[in-house]
């Protein structure tokens, strides 16, 4: 089994630290362990954290069995949502994202992501970029890959990296102190809330559209499914990585509207006999919140809005000269997050 190599040791970022357990083996500790993450902080999982640490030993560069102990580990952690959280690390699949994800750091952030650990195909060309940012490579053949990467068919898909979750991802708890969420976002101007929203699919390409449109960040409610998920990843293309996305509940997210003077705003299916009535977006009307900090809260195609969110928010309804009641989830969200971008970003 053959794979391109990593590049010189002086180019890659530092290692991650030894854990401070040895290995159950006995032997010498990897150089290549993951530590659960830290739950202390109000910004986390609020999970026990495990006392065995995962590691792969040092003189691995190759894996053939999908009952190998590592693959088990990461597997997990691609089917685990808990798993992940406990543990900090996330699974990618794929180069595209993996791609974007580096580039991303570089170039809008000014520095360079380590993934952890990157997992390929044997026989396949790693790209520059993405060799550059990895502190280990492991060769896998195609029952590994087959069995990580989510897909029967492996045809598209030459490598999986771990990623640790990025910093720009925020689990709030009930006991965050008021002032704490001006530090939530960046910059809260234009914050997307989803409520409820299950589909990782529509998730994750709600993510990526919030990116594209650049809003400033991504709030999910109770009932939404993990943006970590490998599918929301693989319709995100990995912009869970480039995106702050903050996880709580609604007395978080009036700290935050209250703090920033937001309009609240609801995607919501013009008159449906059970709410207030719906404004109608057009140009006029996302004209004239141009300059308005909003969040604007967008609901499940097979719930919609919670009572909460339709109580507490103006409806808007996307106009439409069909007979279907409603759109796709992910198609009337981008239909949104474009017309209501800040007039500034409109090209």
């Excluded at 202390?40 to 040092?58: A, D, F, G, M, Y």
Aim: glycine share 6%.
């Amino acid at each position: 089994m053959q794979c391109a190599l990593t590049p010189p040791a002086s180019n890659l970022p530092a290692p991650l630290s030894p854990a401070s357990l040895s290995s159950t083996s006995g032997s010498k500790q990897s150089p290549f362990q993951f530590k659960p993450r830290n739950p202390s902080c109000c910004c986390s999982s609020s999970s026990k954290v495990l006392q065995k640490t995962i590691t792969l030993p040092h003189h691995v560069t190759s894996i053939s069995s999908t009952s190998n102990p590592f693959v088990k580990h990461c597997y997990k952690l691609l089917t685990s949502s808990s798993y992940r959280l406990l543990h900090g690390v996330v699974v990618v699949v794929g180069s595209t994202p993996i791609r974007e994800i580096c580039r991303f750091q570089e170039k809008v952030l000014g520095r360079h992501i380590k993934i952890e650990c990157l997992l390929v195909l044997d026989d396949t060309q790693i790209a520059e970029e993405i060799a550059f940012c990895s502190a280990r490579v492991v060769c896998v053949n195609s029952t590994v890959m087959k069995k990580l990467s989510g897909v029967q068919s492996i045809d598209s898909i030459r490598m999986i990296a771990l990623f640790r979750i990025p910093s720009s991802f925020c689990n709030v708890g009930d006991d965050c102190r008021k002032e704490d969420c001006s530090t939530w976002f960046p910059f809260a101007h234009r914050i997307l809330v989803l409520d409820g929203i299950q589909d990782p699919g529509n998730l994750g390409t709600l993510l990526r559209s919030a990116l594209a449109f650049k809003w400033d960040g991504v709030f999910l409610l109770p009932g939404c499914c993990d943006p970590f998920n490998e599918k929301a990843l693989r319709a995100s293309r990995g912009a869970c990585f480039q995106l702050p996305v903050l996880s709580g509940g609604w007395m978080q997210l009036q700290k935050l509207s209250e703090n920033f003077k937001m309009k609240m705003l609801a995607g919501h299916p013009a008159n449906d006999g059970r709410s207030k009535t719906a404004a109608r977006l057009d140009q006029g009307f996302a004209n004239s919140l141009a300059h308005q900090p909003l969040c604007l809260v967008l609901g499940s195609e097979g719930s919609g809005l919670s009572e909460k969110s339709r109580e507490v928010c103006e409806l808007v309804s996307i106009p439409m000269s069909g007979e279907f009641e409603s759109l796709n989830a992910s198609v009337a969200g981008g239909i949104f997050l474009y017309m209501l971008q800040p007039e500034t970003r409109l090209l």
